[in-house]
C-alpha cells in the first residue's frame, strides 16, 4: 500500500522560504508524477506544481517565480520550497501522487496527511 | 487557467435522499475531471476519476457523469457518513484546478 508522509517548518515569518518534504512508501517511485497542492479557506484547493523521477517539472504559472520542487529517487522522496512567502501563503501543503486511471486519465490518488504553514512576525 | 465553477455551495438533505452536484468547467476538459470528498481535518480522497470511474472500494451509491464541460456527481441514497465537502478537478490542461466545493450535510 502506498503512503506519502510529509515534513517541514510550520511557522515562518514573511520573507522566509517554506521547505517541506515528502517520502513515498510502497509502490513504485518511478514513472508517475508528484504534486504538491495546498488549500487555505481563502482560495481553496491550488496546485503548487508536480515532478517526476528525472525531475521534469511542471508549475502553477501564479507561484512558479517562487517555486522549486526537486526530488531524491534515492530516497523516494520530494521536496518543495517556495521563497519569499506572505500572509497569503498560510495554508495547508498536502503531497500527492497521480495515479494512472484508465483511458489516459490521471487522479490524485495518494496524499500525504498535511502539512499546516503558518506566517507570522 | 480553467475555471472550475461548482453548484451549489452547500446542500442539507435527509438520508436515503438522492443528491446531486454540478461541476461546469469554463471550456470543454473532455472527460479529464475527478472528483474528491474530504472530511474535517483530512487529505482529499478521490471518488471518481475520468468523469465516471469509480474509484475501487469507493461505494457504488457515488456516480460521475458528464463530458466537455458540465459534470454530474451524484449519490444515489445519502448516508451518514457522506457528510463532507466534495470538491471537482480538471485534469485537462495545466495548472490543475479544482472547483470550490460543495459541502454537504444531513438533516
Known amino acids: 500500500q502506498v503512503q506519502l508522509q510529509q515534513w517541514g517548518a510550520g511557522l515562518l515569518k514573511p520573507s522566509e522560504t517554506l521547505s517541506l518534504t515528502c517520502s513515498v512508501y510502497?509502490?513504485?517511485?518511478?514513472?508517475?508524477?508528484w504534486s504538491w497542492i495546498r488549500q487555505s479557506p481563502g482560495k481553496g484547493l491550488e496546485w503548487i506544481g508536480e515532478i517526476n523521477q528525472s525531475g521534469f517539472t511542471n508549475y502553477n504559472p501564479s507561484l512558479k517565480s517562487r517555486v522549486t520542487i526537486s526530488v531524491d529517487t534515492s530516497k523516494n522522496q520530494f521536496s518543495l520550497r517556495l521563497s519569499s512567502v506572505t500572509a497569503a501563503d498560510a495554508a495547508v501543503y498536502y503531497c500527492?501522487?497521480?495515479?494512472?486511471?484508465?483511458?489516459?486519465?490521471?487522479?490524485?490518488?495518494?496524499w500525504g496527511q498535511g502539512t499546516l504553514v503558518t506566517v507570522s512576525s | 487557467d480553467i475555471q472550475m465553477t461548482q453548484s451549489p455551495s452547500s446542500l442539507s438533505a435527509s438520508v436515503g435522499d438522492r443528491v446531486t452536484i454540478t461541476c461546469r468547467a469554463s471550456?470543454?476538459?473532455?472527460?479529464?475531471l475527478d472528483w474528491y470528498q474530504q472530511k474535517p481535518g483530512k487529505a482529499p480522497k478521490v471518488l471518481i476519476y475520468?468523469?465516471?470511474s469509480l474509484q475501487s472500494g469507493v461505494p457504488s451509491r457515488f456516480s460521475g457523469s458528464g463530458s466537455g464541460t458540465d459534470f454530474t456527481l451524484t449519490i444515489s441514497s445519502l448516508q451518514p457518513e457522506d457528510a463532507a465537502t466534495y470538491y471537482c478537478q480538471q485534469g485537462n490542461s495545466l495548472p490543475y484546478t479544482f472547483g470550490q466545493g460543495t459541502k454537504v450535510e444531513i438533516k
Open positions: 471550456q470543454s476538459i473532455s472527460s479529464f
Open positions: 510502497g509502490g513504485s517511485f518511478s514513472g508517475y508524477y
Open positions: 500527492a501522487k497521480r495515479n494512472r486511471g484508465t483511458g489516459g486519465t490521471y487522479y490524485f490518488g495518494y
Open positions: 475520468g468523469a465516471f
